[in-house]
């Protein structure tokens, strides 16, 4: 039993993975506001639609404001609720804004006892009106924000743009981390049958090469998948896309080239410089490149792959195991592919 204990491990993670990453509920968020463009000097009923809320439960308690910045806020003058999933936020602005902008972004934030303090991010754009000239200070935004409460239970961040989808940052994201460390374990047999001449290099080489590409594959699937509900589309020709998908065509080249050649021996040494190829071509197609270009993807094109509110405590109980599990559970299924082509060419050897 103890010489099986990194498979049940790696079966014990991905399931604890499934888990706590689709059972575990999102934080309450907000998941619209109408209106989004305001004025100074008018009176504004902002209707909200909340996620996860439970409004009426803290009824008479709930507080919100538009935050400019860290030193300029405005209290709502009131507050309706409709029901557990919308209110009606009422803010008397201001005739001017504070500093010289004639346009400013505002975030919402709302603050309830029950679902704790949740907030729409640079959500709203308010206007400077043509008649009024933005002052340099005003006493007009500065309502405090303080005493803000949390909410007492284990869940992850809402973000507007990915809502129930940022689950899929616990299947998507370790698989590819699982697929990086496979090849890198099949360049490193490559180059040990370069030195040794041993073929048992080769078959641990192909089996985890193999093993990657699957991952890899399932990665890209669910990439199409996640860029359907965020992006609009599962195929958008994104730089990141476009790499990933040359880099995976690129290792399947190298079965075709194994395919072709019957010697052991020879297939054994031209896969291994093939081998150790494709892994160079992994760090300028999906880490360099996307860098460079403009791109939707997290962690490409100036964009940053993982903030606070993206991965934060909660989530990283689930996504470093699910990573340590989806490897563990790469290395077993090549272990049994390693065994299989092992016995494969003994009997072949044998007729």
Do not use: C
């Not at 284990?154 to 973000?159: A, Q």
């Not at 990915?162 to 180059?191: C, D, K, Q």
């Amino acid at each position: 039993m103890r010489e099986y204990w990194w498979k049940i491990l790696g079966v014990v993670l991905v399931l604890y993975s499934f888990g706590m990453g689709l059972l575990t509920p999102l934080k309450t968020g907000i998941s619209d506001i109408h209106p989004q463009f305001i004025s100074t000097g008018d009176t504004v009923a902002m209707e909200i639609t909340g996620y996860n809320s439970f409004y009426q439960a803290a009824e008479g308690k709930l507080r919100a404001w538009l935050k400019l910045d860290a030193a300029h806020a405005l209290a709502a003058s009131a507050i309706e609720v409709k029901d557990d999933r919308h209110l009606v936020l009422y803010f008397a602005l201001p005739e001017e804004l504070p500093g010289t902008a004639e346009e400013t972004d505002a975030s919402l934030l709302i603050d309830s006892p029950v679902d704790g303090a949740h907030v729409y991010p640079g959500g709203i754009r308010i206007r400077q009106k043509k008649n009024v000239q933005p002052q340099k200070s005003s006493t007009n935004w500065t309502d405090p924000i303080e005493n803000l409460h949390e909410k007492d239970a284990i869940t992850f961040p809402f973000r507007n743009i990915l809502g129930e989808t940022i689950r899929n940052t616990y299947y998507h994201v370790p698989m590819w981390f699982a697929m990086f460390l496979l090849f890198t374990g099949a360049m490193v047999h490559s180059i040990h049958f370069l030195r040794r001449k041993n073929l048992k290099n080769d078959r641990w080489a192909a089996a985890l090469t193999n093993t990657g590409l699957v991952f890899g594959a399932m990665g890209l699937a669910t990439g199409a998948v996640w860029a359907n509900y965020t992006w609009g589309e599962p195929w958008s020709g994104d730089v990141k896309q476009n790499m990933t998908a040359i880099g995976l065509l690129i290792y399947g080249a190298y079965f075709v080239l194994r395919f072709a050649m019957e010697d052991p021996e020879r297939k054994a040494r031209i896969s291994a410089v093939y081998n150790i190829f494709a892994y160079s071509t992994l760090i300028p197609l999906l880490y360099v490149i996307p860098k460079l270009t403009d791109s939707l993807h997290p962690g490409a094109g100036g964009n940053i792959a993982f903030g606070s509110q993206d991965l934060d405590n909660t989530m990283r109980m689930v996504f470093y195991p699910a990573i340590i599990g989806w490897t563990l559970t790469g290395l077993w299924a090549s272990q049994l592919l390693y065994r299989m082509n092992t016995l494969r060419e003994k009997l072949l050897w044998e007729h």
